[in-house]
């Protein structure tokens, strides 16, 4: 089976731009988590959806967005980049809420300039 | 205080060297512990985890955790060039939705 699959896998916007990423999850899994992961930190939690409605939140601004589709593919968006949004964006997979496992996709590295 | 404490290293270590990272934690809710390899510019892979207090081992890996101490440790047996890698600890409650990561520890095993 696929693992985790996100896109793109890199990413270069400007200050004050939008950007949408998008993660498909593993077949079967039903639960899509967001995570922020700067340079040197661990991923930070930012959104958990679970059967298309919103599970969890992190503590991000309004800025930050995501959904979940009916095949359980997700996009995060971010709205008016600041510079601190460079970071590896990871997106987790897991069979049901509150699973101990999550499986992580590759990531996208967004750079803001 | 953050809710996971946990070294950032860097650690390196002679090929062949018991290696053991570990992390705190405040949050007496936590009940699943993990353990994730991150190589560098890739995803968190998910190495073991556990839900009870003592030791889970898998290959040249042991999980250990101890409640009581809000302590959890990740012990590499027999260490390889190929585990240089940075390590993440991460805990969840069994009622959240939120998964706590470390900082992670940066390894590096030596030939």
């Known amino acids: 089976d696929a693992g985790v699959t996100q896109s793109p896998t890199h990413l270069i916007k400007t200050r004050g731009q939008q950007v949408t990423l998008r993660c498909s999850p593993i077949s079967g899994h039903k639960s899509v988590s967001w995570y922020q992961q700067v340079l040197g930190q661990g991923p930070q939690f930012i959104f958990q959806?679970?059967?298309?409605?919103?599970?969890g939140r992190g503590n991000f601004p309004d800025r930050f967005s995501a959904r979940q589709f009916p095949n359980y593919s997700s996009e995060l968006n971010v709205n008016a980049l600041l510079l601190g949004d460079s970071a590896l964006y990871l997106c987790?997979?897991?069979?049901?809420?509150?699973?101990?496992?999550?499986?992580f996709g590759p990531g996208t590295r967004l750079l803001v300039l | 205080q953050k809710e996971v404490e946990q070294d950032p290293g860097p650690l390196s270590v002679p090929e062949g060297a018991i290696v053991s990272l570990n992390c705190t934690y405040s949050?007496?809710?936590?009940?699943?512990f993990m353990w994730y390899r991150q190589y560098s510019r890739k995803g968190p892979e998910l190495l073991m985890y556990t839900y009870s207090s003592g030791n889970k081992e898998d290959g040249r890996f042991t999980a250990q955790v101890d409640k009581s101490s809000k302590y959890i440790s990740l012990f590499i047996r027999d260490s390889q060039p190929s585990d240089s890698a940075t390590y993440l600890c991460?805990?969840?409650?069994?009622?959240?939705?939120?998964?706590?990561f470390g900082t992670g520890t940066s390894l590096t095993v030596i030939p």
């Open positions: 991460a805990m969840i409650s069994n009622t959240g939705n939120q998964f706590y």
């Open positions: 959806y679970y059967e298309k409605e919103e599970r």
């Open positions: 987790a997979s897991s069979r049901r809420l509150g699973e101990e496992t999550q499986y």
């Open positions: 949050n007496s809710a936590f009940q699943y």
